[in-house]
């Protein structure tokens, strides 16, 4: 985890540790290859975004309802499959600086190893007894599947667009990060139009957290951002930042980018940087994250001053401002 984001979310300390132990238990089944696989991007970190969400929005007007440890649980397992999944359709080699998963066990036992965190997940939702939680959990998963078939079918750089770029940013992370937003709000038994409005912050910095992380995909190098740079524009998703230097660039930008992904090189990667920075994609990308961070402020701002509170506030500027 950053160090700046460690240090935001420092009051909830005692809070992850507990969500630490749930996902060790959860995915604990005693078949060495399904515990060391399915817990091996944990072991490797990460942020806990999801988790922080749902405990946050749950502490919002009052304590943290008992059960949320489990829910919130279940959001990261949920995301970690994901990622699993991601990096045997992306053939990757790297995963929050380590080897992913298909790499180190192979693709039979990523798929298997991310089907059964799904399951994990699912199963701890329908265990909560809630109704109003299993429907958040499962549509938020479906989504992102959706949101996967969606980026694989707009792979084409001379015919994708921002509508079809932000469909999948909504499906493939906004929705579930609203969802995470919303199963702590409705766990502590907030009222519907807060629960509601709750959702709409966390589409919000998810919208947010995707687009800024598409612009440090293209900015930064490896063991900046923990995966190989370029990698996503090579596998074929169009981000914001070439979709915005297609929208106001040259025929030679656009010749450039084509040129790259059939002939990928270290140089053409760099001239393509530098269009980036030079034609004001990169500046254009931040402040359309911005605009959403702006929105998400403005929501969180009709709940009391509280301590909870003020460390979403808190994280959704980090969202927008940090480095890895």
């Not at 997940?121 to 599947?145: C, E, R, Y």
């Not at 966390?202 to 900046?224: K, P, R």
């Not at 393509?272 to 929501?299: K, M, N, P, T």
């Amino acid at each position: 985890m950053p160090t700046e984001l460690k240090k935001i979310l420092a009051p909830l300390d005692d809070y992850l540790a507990r969500v630490e132990d749930a996902i060790e238990k959860s995915l604990r089944t005693g078949i060495p290859v399904i515990d060391e696989s399915a817990r091996h991007l944990f072991i490797g970190g990460g942020k806990r975004i999801r988790a922080s969400l749902v405990i946050l929005c749950s502490g919002l007007r009052g304590e943290v309802p008992d059960g949320i440890i489990e829910l919130a649980a279940a959001t990261e397992i949920v995301h970690s499959a994901s990622l699993i999944h991601d990096d045997i359709i992306d053939q990757a080699l790297i995963r929050r600086g380590n080897i992913d998963v298909p790499r180190k066990w192979g693709n039979k036992i990523a798929v298997l190893a991310g089907d059964y965190m799904y399951s994990v997940a699912l199963s701890t939702a329908i265990q909560d007894g809630d109704p109003a939680i299993f429907p958040l959990m499962v549509n938020g998963t479906k989504d992102m599947v959706m949101g996967e078939l969606c980026q694989i079918q707009y792979s084409a750089i001379d015919t994708a667009t921002r509508e079809q770029y932000l469909t999948i940013v909504e499906l493939k992370t906004a929705r579930f990060m609203g969802s995470c937003a919303k199963l702590g709000a409705v766990k502590s038994g907030l009222a519907p139009g807060e629960s509601e409005d709750l959702y709409l912050f966390g589409l919000n910095i998810g919208f947010a957290f995707q687009i800024i992380d598409d612009t440090l995909d293209v900015m930064q190098d490896s063991d900046e951002v923990g995966k190989d740079v370029g990698s996503d524009f090579k596998d074929g998703k169009i981000t914001l930042p070439f979709l915005r230097l297609i929208e106001t660039g040259t025929e030679a930008d656009l010749a450039l980018l084509i040129d790259y992904k059939d002939n990928p090189d270290q140089e053409k990667w760099k001239a393509i940087q530098a269009r980036l920075v030079e034609s004001g994609a990169i500046e254009y990308s931040v402040r359309f994250a911005s605009d959403h961070i702006d929105r998400a402020r403005e929501i969180v701002m009709r709940f009391p001053d509280s301590l909870f509170r003020g460390i979403l506030l808190d994280l959704s500027d980090f969202l927008l401002h940090r480095t890895h």
